[in-house]
């Protein structure tokens, strides 16, 4: 066999076996060439929510591909997107009243600081800074590489990053140190925003914050005329048990990046969404003040198609009754395991439980990662550890035996792996 030209993402070719070919997706399972069954405890990289290949979305994609391929964003519009729009402005956090569609979790977040940096600079009191959360990852542009964690994800590329003012993520309890400092950096002026996953901070390694802790720093930033940015690109769409992180804290943000579940995962789709001062800071007879952005494939109408079929599912079935559900097996689940040595650091949001395999030196690199993330692959199981952290984050469908096998393989896989055995 010769060998594939393909260039996985986040794939080191070198230490990886041939990899198998997906053939067909189902419900919270992916299906190889032999016939397969492998379970999708991530959701395919957190994109999946109702389950693989849900009917009413797969519908709405073929009668959409039936009218349309891409269509210029610019001079026209369509009513796919219009409607899209019309549905999220509805059930987002209160205020935000404008869509800008893009194509990915980076590009709303590249949007969404463009938008924030567009309105200080159209309103004539220019500020540049940009506060983050340590820990925090919003994607792998430059740009977004500049607002994440530093570490051996972006080593080769620092010398291009931006400098931005990072936020001590809070020890349990200690949310106020958090607080004075983001406090502290707006009294030093030049604050544009402040950018952070709320709720959950997922590649950073599922960390979880409180409630308190995102209304405490929506207050600061207020105080300070400083925005929020709430990157919900992985919490959005009923991850951490509501549709938005920011429900939870009664947070309307002045800008929200949603993308990967808002096609139910099905078709690459973002919006960032703004409320109507930063709109209007850039609605203007000076042309200058227009929002100079655009990718190719913005607004795809095929994949707003898609997401104004997730909007009906979310309105027609019960997806918030199945998200309790799901909340309640996988807290029995992970308690079965509270008194493991192996782990520690239990934890869950909503649908996402996380827990920290007990090894010698933890980090990204750890090498229980790779070696638990082949155990799991033997057993039919795509569970990808963020270092020597173990999470799970099925899609909603998933059954309560599918986590038993989870969690089985959990447990037995941290007998041989942690310590370094
Ligand atoms: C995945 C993710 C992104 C980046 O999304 P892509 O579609 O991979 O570009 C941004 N922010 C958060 C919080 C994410 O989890």
Redesign the pocket.
Known sequence: MTRSPVWHPFTQHALEPPMRQVVETEGAYLIDEDGNRILDAISSW?VITHGHRHRAIMEAIARAAARFDQVIFAEYTHEPAEVLARGLVEIAPKGLAHVFYSD????A?EVALKMALGFFHNTGRPRNRIVVMEHG????TIG?MSTGERGVFNAAYEPLLFAVDRLPFPATGREQETLDAFEAFCRKGEVAALLV?PLVL??GGMKMTTAGLLSGLKQIAERHGTLMIA?E??TGWGRTGSLFACEQAGVAPDIL?T??GLTGGALPL?ATLATAEIYEAHFSTDRRKTFFHSSSYTANPIACAAGVANLEIWKSEPVLARIRLLEGMQRERLARLADNPHFSNLRQTGTIAALDLVVPSGGYLSEAGPKLRAFFRDRGLLIRPLGNVIYLMPPYCVTAADLDRAFDAIAEGAVLFARGR
């Open positions: 957190w990915s979790g980076s590009t977040v990852y919003h994607g792998d977004t996953e997922g590649a990157d690109v992985m990046c993308s990967k973002a």
